[in-house]
């Protein structure tokens, strides 16, 4: 094989070993792509690493946070996307923008072939190869990190081999990804289930023991489903993401110790850090429970569940994300006004909410004065409602 491939670049050890394992295993010339979906990293020193290590010329760092929140968060956000419960994809959410931009750069440069440094047992090679593929299926893919064989242990000892600096040590060997979503850590003592995740695992929160003992209210306002204000302050998308983070992170809020169940088939144990998409999804959650009608929003729950999997599973530009997302948008065309939420120690809940789309009456609801309800109409609710049942028992006490 010759010409050119562009690869997803992150600096770390994978993707920088790929440069020199590229080039001399299928003699292609490398074109290194990093791309700035919100980890506070040095991208002058990671572009200069890739070029040290081999890369062409033309390799470059892109700065796609912004293109990142709105066209992937808050998409996302507005699903009520969180795979088991507990993730909110937020490395899953960056791989299909991350692999459209090196889509991108392939036409651009001519290359012949595109390539990423996950390896075989993640979700991230699907991610990639799926959108890859989507996007333009005669490219070659290329994933050393899934055919090289190697162990961590022998990856890092490859690296020095060929003094190419990477940012990890047989010491402490996590595997992490960062970007304005959340963090994401494995590998190391992590792949144990049993034990607690040791404190250096996390840097985007604080221990919960030691945060603050003073509670903060925060005051989210949102504009048809899309956060666009805390505290009365309005950024802009990328920068409101940050705030969030740093807010909801100093009082130990978005830790999440997880077994998950990965695509390809085996069970990981990851710890993730996400303040930002707690603290916005559980505030979106509390505007939709007072904006949407029932039936939409149990159903919109459904629809939720079938989304996180399509996202998690790598499957971004497939029609039926599409299609769901479609009826996402529809149902957030009410979803607007103000939800103020308490941060304590690692928790996050919601203290009152109000919108001028609220569904919500109290004239409805009290059992004051002022009560509005119809009350004397719950015993014909009742006995109509109940009718299938009631027939189907008499049946099915008959036929004993």
Request: contains cysteine; hydrophobic residues 40%.
């Amino acid at each position: 094989m010759s010409g050119k491939i562009v690869l997803a670049y992150s600096g770390g050890l994978d993707t920088s070993v790929a440069v020199r394992w590229v080039k001399e295993e299928r003699g292609l010339d490398v074109v290194a792509i990093g791309v700035d979906v919100g980890e506070e990293r040095d991208y002058d020193a990671i572009l200069q690493k890739a070029l040290a290590v081999g890369a062409l010329p033309e390799s470059r760092i892109i700065d796609a946070k912004e293109e990142f929140v709105t066209e992937y968060i808050w998409p996302a956000l507005k699903a009520g996307a969180c795979y088991e419960s507990k993730y909110y994809l937020a490395t899953a959410l960056a791989r299909p923008l991350i692999a459209k931009l090196i889509v991108d750069v392939a036409h651009e440069v001519g290359a012949t072939a595109v390539g990423h440094g996950s390896t075989g047992k993640g979700n991230d090679q699907v991610r990639f190869d799926v959108t890859f593929a989507a996007l333009d299926g005669k490219l070659d893919i290329v994933a050393p990190a899934r055919e090289w064989g190697m162990t961590r242990e022998e990856e890092i000892e490859y690296a020095e081999r060929f003094n190419i600096p990477v940012p990890i040590a047989k010491a402490s060997p996590y595997s992490i990804d960062v970007n304005l979503w959340g963090r994401s850590v494995e590998c190391g003592i992590i792949e144990d289930a049993a034990v607690e995740p040791p404190e250096d695992a996390y840097e985007m929160t604080v221990n919960p023991v030691d945060a603050p003992d003073t509670p903060q209210i925060v005051e989210i306002t949102f504009e048809k489903g899309v956060p666009v204000a805390i505290d009365g302050d309005a950024p802009g998308p990328v920068a409101l993401v940050e705030k969030a983070n740093k807010l909801a992170g100093s009082h130990g809020v978005g830790r999440v110790d997880m077994l998950e169940n990965r695509l390809v088939g085996i069970k990981s144990r990851e710890v993730y850090e996400s303040p930002a998409a707690v603290l916005l999804s559980l505030a979106h959650r509390e505007m939709e429970a007072l904006t949407l009608d029932r039936d939409t929003a149990h159903y919109k729950a459904l629809v939720a569940q079938r989304y996180s999997e399509l996202v998690y599973f790598g499957l971004w530009h497939s029609p039926l994300r599409e299609h769901l997302q479609a009826f996402v948008d529809s149902t957030q065309e009410r979803v607007s006004g103000k939800v103020r939420m308490k941060l304590y120690k690692g928790s996050c809940f919601v203290v009152g909410r109000e919108s001028p789309e609220s569904l919500y009456r109290t004239d409805l609801a009290t059992y004051d004065v002022g009560d509005m309800y119809d009350a004397s109409a719950g015993a014909g609710f009742c006995k109509i409602w109940g009718l299938p049942v009631r027939v189907a028992q008499e049946r099915d006490r008959a036929s004993r």
